[in-house]
């Protein structure tokens, strides 16, 4: 059995259900400790009724049972709690200051009800640039959102119509009930919570109230140094996170017309230098790390990139494949064994092109260069100069070009005084040679529906060397002949293999690799070829220009059509806030948190060693819609309670402390689901982590920014009302 994909996918299917059913019993377990045992339960089922109607729904909207679909499940395993937690623990409250259940149940629904609506609202909202982006990537992001917003459309329909009818059947508490130890442990931390907002949150908000400019100028100041740390490189970034390689190729290609014992031999000898390779890393480990391997001579059937004619076949084609041992079961990396495998091998004489390659679900090459011009002696010194340049900086390997010669060709370079005398043009003895050698047409005959065309040359066994094109007689119009070789300048050389064009003019593609087992990052290397080579391209080489194309291409395309989604999304937000709380002004208030999501997204990525990613580009565009959920609800709170306390101060504190519980349960549920997977060691799971991480980072952080500046940035705009003279007393 060679090259069983339905392995890796069942290992990789095994791996997102242990992850979800962990973060399933993790968001269970959290809600248990902060509401009513038999509540957390009411609103835990909440999770399963809508991972159903996801499932339900899944066909209709194209998406398969995959590992970007299951992942996408655990993505939202925190977050479909949310409206469940903002209306259940309402109800909490109400139910423990005497009401009875079944008058806080649709009290306590009704009062958060609206605000409730909008938060699911903007959250679905937040995933929709992702069904925005085309191409390749285009085939992976909508498995995501299609999963997500039904998810939490029916999250939204269960917490508000099935929810309070369970939640009113709960019975109320007598003042002498006896408890469980399970019920007697809620208590404690429900006491120590409460606690905490006493102690230590009530008068830490109202210092920070007292100094809120101090508080907005300081987190701003945090922006900034995370945003210099990016933008300087300090937090790398890199277009697709490494995937652990199962499969590891060497595609060879030597001189167009070799013969094929050559290219065998090639290929024999890559395909020694594979075995040594493996049993040096197997007597490491105590393992075999290469399973099989498959050696082949004039074709390359391995398929990385899309080839709608099937494999290449050519006698000058070669290629060793190997497949490896999964990685679990391994402690030695891809890119490891791809470095040792290259020094074995060594330098091949005769070839033309020789690259290594770690086959996975990321990327092509690190850098894919193409460069246009009119003139094609100008552009191969262009594509000359380019290659001796990446040869400068290290890291950069399988360095090559397309510009390639092919076969040995005879060329009419141009006539002799002979052929002058004869009154023979350079055309009028090449279409001479061609109709001698390949055929004049002199008729078409008719057979049935086809037609044939009749071609009169010479016999074959005239047409089978250069001896017999050196013989060839040519005749000029008054029927005198001479041979071709008085009459032209013959020359022998090797023509192009290809001609390449883009967009109607000459061009040359010109690839390279990066080697990551150096540490060497792709997108440095190539910010610095731009700033020292490319930008003075044009001056050294008049005419020729230059454009980014295989993975630079899709990343550039990629993250501009995210960030254009993205900023679609966010109106669409501001209007879906608007309508609730009426007013223009504070959805600002409300939105001002997401860009402290991305602080938290970043730090997060700095506390687990991660690079930045197009992943983590996603997950901080979900973040969105994740953070200001908890915003809308506490300045929706205090918008409808701002008149209970003699001034504004009063009023913003207390909204704080009562909306404290819900603000925390939703920010740990979406954090302690997501934590399986931030604890994952399979190395197929890393390239899923970045999202992860940025969701489960960025929440965390974006509750402290809810608790603190929300509430300061309220009090900041209350004090430019007062300018006007429409604003409250903020303090007496």
């Known amino acids: 059995i060679w090259n069983d994909q339905s392995v890796y996918l069942e290992g990789r299917l095994d791996l997102l259900a242990r992850n979800g059913a962990t973060g399933l019993i993790l968001v269970v377990l959290v ?10 339960l009411l609103v835990a089922l909440g999770i399963p009724a809508s991972f159903a109607g996801g499932i339900w729904l899944m066909p209709y909207m194209g998406i398969s049972v995959n590992m ?4 996408a499940f655990i993505l939202v395993l925190g977050i479909v709690v949310d409206d469940a937690i903002v ?6 409250r109400r139910m423990k200051d005497g009401e009875h259940p079944q008058v806080a149940a649709w009290k306590g629904t009704h009062e958060v009800g609206v605000v409730v609506i909008f938060g699911v609202l903007t959250t679905a909202v937040a995933f929709t640039p992702m069904l925005g982006v085309s191409g390749v990537s285009g085939k992976i992001w909508p498995n995501i959102p299609l999963v997500v917003i039904p998810v939490l459309l029916f999250s939204l329909v269960q917490s508000k119509l099935v929810l309070p009818a369970h939640l009113a059947l709960l019975k109320p508490r007598v003042a002498d009930q006896k408890f469980g130890p399970i019920t007697r442990l809620q208590h404690r931390i429900a006491a120590a919570l409460e606690w905490f907002i006493e102690v230590i949150y009530q008068p830490f908000l109202n210092l920070c109230l007292k100094f809120r400019y101090v508080v907005l100028s300081a987190f701003i100041c945090l922006i900034m140094l995370i945003a210099g740390l990016v933008m300087s490189g300090r937090i790398r970034w890199e277009f697709f996170p490494e995937v652990e390689a199962d499969i590891l190729t060497v595609k060879l290609e030597m001189a167009k017309g070799v013969p094929f014992e050559t290219t065998e031999r090639a290929v024999e000898r890559i395909r020694e230098a ?4 493996g049993a040096e890393f197997t007597d490491r480990q105590g393992g075999p790390v290469v399973i ?9 059937p391995t398929i990385s990139e899309f080839a709608p004619n099937g494999p290449p076949k050519a006698g000058n084609l070669g290629e060793v494949t190997l497949e490896l041992a999964p990685a679990a079961s391994r402690d030695v990396m891809a890119e490891q064994l791809i470095s040792r495998w290259r020094e074995e091998v060594g330098e091949i004489p005769g070839s033309v092109s020789i690259s290594y390659a770690a086959i996975s679900a990321g990327g092509g090459n690190a850098i894919d260069l193409l460069i246009r011009g009119d003139k094609l002696e100008t552009l191969e010194a262009a594509a000359e100069y380019l290659k001796e340049s990446l040869k400068d900086y290290e890291g950069v390997i399988d360095i090559s070009s397309s510009n390639r010669n092919g076969k040995l060709e005879v060329i009419l370079e141009r006539t002799t005084p002979e052929a002058e005398a004869l009154g023979l043009s350079l055309e009028e003895i090449t279409s001479q040679v061609r109709a001698a050698f390949y055929g004049a047409e002199v008729q078409r005959l008719q057979r049935g529906r086809d037609e044939l065309k009749v071609m009169v040359r010479y016999p074959e066994d005239d047409r089978q060397s ?7 007689k040519i005749r000029n119009a008054s029927g005198v002949e001479a041979p071709l070789p008085d009459l032209v300048v013959l020359s022998y050389r090797r023509g192009p293999d290809a001609i390449q064009r883009a967009d109607r003019a000459r061009a040359i593609r010109i690839t390279a690799d990066v080697d990551k087992a150096s540490g060497a990052n792709a997108n440095e290397i190539r910010e610095g070829f731009i700033k020292d080579v490319l930008t003075g391209l044009q001056s050294k080489f008049p005419g020729v220009s230059y454009s980014f194309e295989g993975e630079q291409k ?5 993250v501009r059509e995210i960030g254009t989604g993205f900023i679609f999304a966010l109106l669409i937000m501001y209007v879906l806030m608007a309508i609730p709380l009426k007013s223009y002004v504070q959805p600002i208030i409300i939105m001002s ?3 402290f999501g991305l602080v938290g997204a970043v730090l997060g990525h700095m506390f687990m060693g991660l690079n930045l990613s197009i992943m983590s580009l996603c997950g901080i565009v979900a973040l969105a819609g994740v953070v200001v959920n908890d915003s809308l609800v506490l300045v929706d709170y205090m918008n409808r309670h701002r008149d209970e306390s003699p001034t504004l101060r009063e009023s913003v504190v207390a909204a704080g402390m009562l909306r404290f519980r819900p603000i925390l349960l939703t920010s740990l549920t979406t954090f302690v689901g997501l934590l399986p997977m931030l604890q994952e060691q399979d190395l197929q799971a890393r390239f899923l982590i970045p999202m992860a991480v940025s969701l489960a980072f960025g929440i965390l952080f974006a509750t402290l920014i809810t608790l603190i500046l929300v509430p300061a940035i309220y009090l900041i705009l209350n004090d430019a009302k007062r300018l006007v003279g429409i604003g409250r007393k903020t303090v007496k």
């Open 68 to 71: 970007i679909s299951l992942f």
């Open 292 to 300: 099989h391997g498959l050696a082949s001579a004039g074709t390359q």
């Open 274 to 277: 594979s075995e040594r390779m």
């Open 87 to 92: 209306v259940g623990e309402n109800v909490y």
């Open 31 to 40: 809600l248990a400790l902060f509401l009513r045992p038999g509540l957390a």
């Open 466 to 472: 250069l001896e017999n094109l050196e013989s060839l």
């Open 593 to 595: 948190v997401i860009p």
């Open 554 to 558: 899709d990343q550039a395309q990629s």
